[in-house]
């Protein structure tokens, strides 16, 4: 449980930072419906490990059915999903001059931009378009248009030379986006404060950027339900949910969400 001098403690160096960069996993979204990986029970990979192998690169190309047939299961939770309180909160802290430059995500579902966040660096890619994996085809899809075509065929089909279609996120194994990588680079070479939110800290190369933004000279700050590798370097660490320390921190920061 956070206490309430973690959250002070928190809030006075948020307030103190000029150049906060957020740094954001599954975590956050969890309280939206849409499961993370690796929270005990109701992870993704706790409960059926076999999975995981659809989500890399080799795993996709050697079985994209299975990957969309498991893709179907879980759809309706994306869709369904709405910004958490946390999301509110760093769309706040970006909107009203608390020295918010950014967020960093490893999700895919879109919560940041929907909860206003303007600066929202994708490092996995984003599951609102797709694209034909054809060698010479570079059709690209809506979220729509393959949603349309996996009710009719699975795996999708690319209508133009029938190579499979896919989402446009990054599987494990595929190098991350270069522009996003670069762009998060040099927001961690400029903060002051990493303020972590929801993230095991564990999938590379994100997982060095508590090292490279303290290697700069930043406060790092993180707000996680299980320990993290990082947990006895950090400033602060808040050990609650999210949303609940969303709503305390508001609360010390004399803001509203
Ligand atoms: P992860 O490895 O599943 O870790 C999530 C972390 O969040 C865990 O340490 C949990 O303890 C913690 N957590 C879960 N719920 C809460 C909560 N309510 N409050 C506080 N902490 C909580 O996920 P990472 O993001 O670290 O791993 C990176 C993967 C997950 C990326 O490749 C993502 O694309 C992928 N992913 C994204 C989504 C999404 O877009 N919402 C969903 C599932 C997986």
Not at 65 to 76: A, I, N
Not at 96 to 110: A, M, S, W
Not at 164 to 184: D, H, K, S, T, W
Not at 240 to 257: I, P, Y
Request: proline residues 5%.
């Amino acid at each position: 449980m956070s206490t309430d001098r973690e959250i002070e403690r928190a809030a006075s160096i948020i307030k103190e930072s000029k150049a906060i960069v957020s740094l954001t996993g599954a975590g956050i979204s969890t309280s939206a419906g849409i499961p993370d990986f690796r929270s005990p029970e109701e992870g993704l990979w706790q409960k059926d490990p076999s999975k995981m192998m659809l989500f890399t690169d080799v795993g996709f190309a050697a079985d994209p059915k299975g990957f969309y047939e498991f893709g179907k299961e879980l759809l309706p939770s994306f869709q369904g999903a709405r910004p958490t309180l946390a999301h509110r909160f760093l769309a706040r802290l970006e909107r009203e001059g608390f020295g918010l430059g950014c967020v960093i995500t490893q999700n895919i579902d879109g919560l940041h931009q929907r909860a206003g966040s303007k600066n929202v660096i994708e490092m996995h890619g984003g599951l609102s378009t797709g694209r034909c994996t054809g060698r010479t085809c570079s059709k690209e899809f809506t979220l729509e248009d393959i949603l349309q075509k996996v009710e009719e065929e699975l795996p999708p089909l690319c209508p133009q030379c029938r190579a499979v279609i896919r989402p446009n996120i990054v599987l494990f194994g595929e190098a991350l986006p270069e522009e996003a990588y670069q762009r998060a680079l040099e927001s961690l070479k400029d903060c002051d404060l990493l303020l972590v939110m929801g993230s095991s800290l564990v999938v590379y190369p994100v997982a060095d950027m508590p090292e490279v933004a303290m290697g700069n000279g930043a406060k790092l700050i993180i707000i996680n339900l299980q320990p993290t590798q990082y947990n006895g370097r950090a400033d602060v660490v808040i050990n609650s949910s999210l949303d609940e320390a969303a709503r305390k921190l508001v609360k010390a920061l004399g803001t509203t969400l």
